[in-house]
């Protein structure tokens, strides 16, 4: 057995020279043994790209399948008065715009894609609210709910790629923040009246962690000592 004369890492039989340091090993005593195959792959090979239009099909084909058999099975065995294969199908053809959609438009920005997705989420609330007779219920509730969290995901979505971390968990503190808020006005809205109470903790707790690190991201010092600390 040898050992690297620079820095003292224990050698592999086979080694000429050390894997940490690259100095060459001399050791008569104990000689390069050339004839144990090497324990690590010696050629470099690519992992073959996925073939998006593929994986596309294949996503397509899984989820028409899903959404088909269920309609099939309620067109044939149990149609009631509510075609819970509609909810079923609907699924479907949101998580199809969720996956296979940005596998087929590369070149769309990803901002219009998440656009996207939030339109097929309406469509499926307006799905539900459609096979549940609850149009009420989707215009004074979920729309609301909806379209609140629908504008701050996309403002995060903006805004995040381009701030530092810091700024990061400050914008998504803050835009927690304003969702809860909004998610109490809308429920009580909707129940009667607007008496704000477990959004107002929530807004406290999360302001109370969005203070310290406003003043860390505003103090270079302080700034140099937590990117130190935490090997930003
Ligand atoms: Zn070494």
Redesign the pocket.
Known sequence: MSY?V????ELDKDAAR?P????PVVNPVCPVDTTIPPNFPVERREVEPVNRRELALLLTAMLGCAGGCCVLLNVLFWWREMPWSAIVAGACAMLWVWTVVPLLLRRVPSLVLVGLDLLAVAGFLYLIALAVDGLDWLVRLALPIWFGCGVVLLFLWYILPRRSILSRCMLILGGCVVLMLWLELCIDLFLGSYQPMWSIVVAAVGLTLVLPLLVIRYRPDLRREVRRRFHF
């Open positions: 690297c620079n820095c003292g890492v050390c940490l340091c690259q100095t």
